[in-house]
């Protein structure tokens, strides 16, 4: 059972824009929220992460939004460049667990 | 910081055979886990341990599959006999703390003919 989703498999976006990939999750338990990137033949590798005492968390051109009531998370790049062409996974943990439950992904590409 | 190294890079086998997949977590890190991504069902967890201790091995897909961590710096997956229905990327990551940033390793791309 997917206890945290990525609705969206792609998402295409012009280089300068913005490029926002949304999250859901199911389990209210989830106190601690990551964004890892993925480039083709390569490990994941983490991007950005919030707690949820918080609602936002920025580290220079990315931002993660975090919405609790709503069980929403999204990560916001500002602004898009070719280079962040890769996919894109929303993971989640809470207080019990060991390990991180991770959505399918969303495929991000960047066009000049 | 070396990061988390894996080995193989690449294995292609025959069905039957057995494979042995490798890990060393970054130097450290008391979490290791093992994951499978798959076209259909994404990044699987399949089993994980702490202080070199398995802790959940609920994943793991069949009696086929076993892993090992014989000390801090070593960890073995290994599928015995393997089948096709095997062929996927299998990761390995260490964190340092509980639930928190785990660190992958560059993947095994496993294919069974």
């Known amino acids: 059972d997917q206890q945290v989703k990525q609705n969206s498999p792609s998402l295409s976006v012009q280089e300068g824009r913005i490029s926002i990939l949304n999250c859901d999750y199911t389990?209210?338990?989830?106190?601690?929220f990551l964004w890892y990137k993925k480039y083709p033949a390569e490990g994941p590798t983490f991007l950005i992460s919030?707690?949820?005492?918080?609602d936002k968390n920025e580290d220079g051109r990315f931002t993660v939004f975090l919405n609790k009531s709503a069980k929403h998370l999204s990560l916001h790049i500002v602004p898009s460049q070719p280079g962040d062409s890769a996919v894109y996974f929303c993971?989640?943990?809470?207080?019990?667990?060991?390990?991180?439950?991770f959505g399918k992904g969303t495929s991000l590409l960047v066009t000049p | 910081d070396a990061g988390v190294i894996q080995s193989p890079r690449h294995e292609v086998t025959e069905m039957g055979q057995e494979v042995t997949l490798r890990c060393k977590p970054i130097s450290g890190h008391d979490y290791l886990f093992w994951y499978r991504q798959t076209m259909m069902r994404g990044l699987e967890l399949l089993i994980y341990?702490?202080?070199?201790?398995?802790?959940?091995d609920s994943g793991m897909p069949e009696d086929r599959f076993s892993a090992k961590m014989p000390n801090a710096s070593f960890s073995t997956l290994k599928i015995q006999p393997s089948e096709p229905r095997d062929s996927a990327v299998y990761f390995c990551?260490?964190?340092?703390?509980?639930?928190?940033?785990?660190?992958f390793g560059p993947g095994t791309r496993l294919l069974v003919l």
């Open positions: 990551a260490s964190s340092l703390v509980r639930g928190e940033t785990q660190y």
């Open positions: 993971a989640a943990s809470d207080p019990s667990g060991y390990a991180l439950n």
């Open positions: 919030i707690s949820s005492i918080k």
């Open positions: 389990n209210s338990m989830f106190d601690y």
């Open positions: 341990f702490n202080n070199n201790v398995p802790i959940d």
